[in-house]
């Protein structure tokens, strides 16, 4: 009948914890968290943008560096 009682204490304080986190969770989110969707068409033309910018400085930063050689 004790180990019954002391299952049921864990369950309980189990059951409260995750409720309490939970509602940390709830209350510490934010309404832009989901915002940056990767299915999102702007989401993927500013991130192929930037691609595009990291690609292109870098060719110009080779380049210059091999032509001063």
Do not use: C, H, P
């Amino acid at each position: 009948m004790n180990e019954d009682n002391n299952e049921q204490k864990e369950l309980d304080i189990n059951r409260r914890n995750r409720e309490d986190y939970e509602q940390l969770m709830a209350d510490s989110s934010t309404k832009l968290d989901g915002y940056w969707d990767k299915d999102n068409w702007f989401v993927k033309l500013l991130l192929i943008g930037l691609l595009l910018i990291i690609i292109v400085g870098t060719i110009v930063v080779f380049g210059a560096y091999f032509s001063t050689n």
